[in-house]
């Protein structure tokens, strides 16, 4: 009995102390491993230091860099505002709020202009405006922060500073400058400035700016950034403006009658300008410069007219429609747009709705 307790003892302890042998053994190659990865992660975290060297000694050069870029941006658009301030005074100057009938304007004039006692007549194309020395928005091209087509701006440069084109050839003015923005050098001699009703602006440029971009805002959003408080709002570019024509005598031209009597109320701005009235040149200009003419423009041409690189889809061109205004605003957004229009001195009253 003895004998046998001595043999199972035996046959037991061979087998633990192969197992701990084991075990052993898988410690040593744990330890190999974590060895291995200790010294990975040393190199990995010797690489990250270099790295981290190298993005300190980058920042400075980049930062540099930045600053160099910037100083040439400001450059240019110095550059660039003197050579528009320069021909502004020898030119037909349109500075107009936005959406409220820019594109029309320059369009009839550069059509009635180009074809003035003409026999053969000719189409003058929104996308050949330049070379013709007529800017839609002046400032798109010469002022942008970022040239992606340095051809179109060459152009503009080249077209901007010549005063040997389609529009000086065939009246007393240089080019037809458009433009949003009005500086302070922008001295001018004759100038149309362009404004639209409170209410309808408003839902254009939301449409505009939102709609047709794919951008989910609430109207009512749109309402309160854009109607008053900053430079480019509603209140601000109308006041200035307002100010701008009464003390230098320049014409104040709402959207509303251009779009109920457009005969009329360009006669009344080729009279301004001093530019004969030709009955059958007028008739064409307004064809050629028509909503569905630039449509077709578009169409043809398989692209919008301006603001694609914006993200903006669909057609350049809306309606046109006075009175959209009844379908975005109800009782308390329309008190809204009173009350912040007369807290300006503004009379809501004053505009065209119908």
């Not at 005074?89 to 006692?117: H, Q």
């Not at 006041?239 to 009344?268: N, W």
Request: glycine share 4%.
């Amino acid at each position: 009995m003895e004998k046998l307790r001595k043999v199972i003892r035996s046959k037991l302890l061979s087998g633990v102390d192969s197992r701990i042998k084991k075990l052993d053994m898988q410690l040593v190659s744990l330890a190999c491993k974590n060895d291995a990865l200790t010294s990975k992660n040393d190199a990995l975290t010797s690489k990250s230091d270099a790295l981290e060297t190298q993005i300190k000694s980058i920042v400075p050069r980049v930062d540099k860099l930045t600053k160099a870029v910037d100083a040439e941006k400001k450059l240019r658009i110095e550059s660039n505002r003197s050579l528009i301030s320069k021909s502004i005074p020898n030119s037909i100057f349109v500075c107009t709020i936005p959406k409220s009938g820019t594109t029309y304007t320059i369009n009839f004039l550069a059509n009635y202009i180009v074809n003035l006692n003409k026999e053969l007549t000719e189409k003058v194309r929104f996308d050949e405006l330049v070379q013709n020395g007529v800017f839609h928005t002046v400032d798109t091209p010469l002022l942008m922060k970022n040239i992606d087509d340095i051809s179109q701006y060459s152009k503009s440069i080249s077209s901007i500073s010549s005063s040997n084109n389609a529009i000086s050839r065939n009246c007393s003015f240089e080019h037809i400058i458009g433009t949003h923005k009005y500086h302070e050098s922008y001295n001018f001699n004759k100038a149309i400035f362009l404004y639209r009703n409170p209410l309808d602006f408003l839902v254009s440029i939301y449409n505009f700016e939102y709609v047709k971009k794919g951008i989910d805002k609430p109207f009512s959003e749109c309402v309160k950034e854009k109607l008053a408080g900053s430079e480019y709002s509603f209140v601000e570019r109308y006041m200035r403006q307002s100010e701008l024509c009464s003390k230098y005598g320049a014409l104040h031209v709402s959207y509303e009658s251009i779009m109920k009597d457009p005969k009329s109320a360009f006669t009344s701005i080729l009279d301004y300008l001093a530019i004969p009235v030709v009955n059958e040149t007028l008739e064409l200009a307004l064809e050629y410069s028509s909503i569905d003419s630039v449509k077709e423009q578009e169409k043809s041409s398989g692209k919008i007219l301006l603001g694609s690189e914006r993200g903006l889809k669909g057609s350049f061109i809306t309606s046109g429609k006075i009175g959209q205004w009844k379908d975005y605003y109800d009782d308390a957004l329309l008190d809204y747009v009173r009350s912040t229009l007369a807290s300006y001195g503004l009379d809501l009253d004053d505009f065209i709705y119908e």
